[in-house]
Each structure stands twice: as C-alpha cells, then as structure tokens.
Nanobody, 122 residues
C-alpha cells in the first residue's frame, strides 16, 4: 500500500488554477501534519506549504503566499493544495509529505509521495 498518492497535476496557462490532492493511507493517515514540496527543473526540492491538523494552522513559502491555499480534504488523511494565479516559475514536480510536525525540510517527514507534474505555460 502506497502511503501517499498525489493527483491533480497537469498543464495550465499562466494565470490559471490547479488543485492538487494527496491521499494518505495506513500510518501516514494518522500523522500530525502534512505538507507540499516542489522541485523545479534543474533545482533542489523546496518547501511550499504545510498544515497542522490539531489547530488547522497553515504555513507557506513566501513565493506562494496569497496564491496557494493548503487545506484538509474531505476524508481523513487527505490534503489539498489550491493553486491560483499560476506563474511559469511554479512549474515543478509537486510532492506530498506527512509527519509529526510542520517541518519545512523534506527529509524530516516520515512519509513522502512520488510526485505529480505541474507545468505552467507562458
């Protein structure tokens, strides 16, 4: 059973919107926080957003603040990332992660997804 499965990626024009979803299963569905990271072409993976389940607190990278929204999905252990006003520089593989805190470092999460491609054309 794959602990995290992302979906919703695709090709969109600049200024458009996409909604990513991540479904957690098994132990990954019982963690305290979930997050999204992304890896642009030729660059290192970077933090995008995180949410702590207990208080619903959310955290964002400066580059996406005001454009992206992380939220709890309809089912337990699911998290969505609503991305608006997309820019070509948002092009990346987007990854979901789950763990015991809202870290901004990929390696600190106990569960990590395989990623979904988001491409924003100019």
């Amino acid at each position: 059973q794959v602990p995290l499965v992302e979906s919703g990626g695709g090709l969109v024009q600049a200024g458009g919107s996409l909604r990513l979803s991540c479904v957690a299963s098994g132990r990954a569905a019982s963690t305290f926080a979930m997050a999204w990271f992304r890896q642009p072409p030729g660059k290192e993976r970077e933090f995008v957003a995180a949410i702590r389940w207990s208080a619903g607190s959310t955290y964002y990278a400066d580059s996406v603040e005001g454009r992206f929204t992380i939220s709890r999905g309809n089912a337990k252990g699911t998290v969505d990332l609503q991305m608006n006003s997309l820019k070509p520089e948002d092009t990346a593989v987007y990854y979901c992660a789950a763990g015991d805190n809202n870290y901004n470092r990929w390696s600190l999460y106990d569960f990590r997804g395989q990623g979904t491609q988001v491409t924003v054309s100019s």
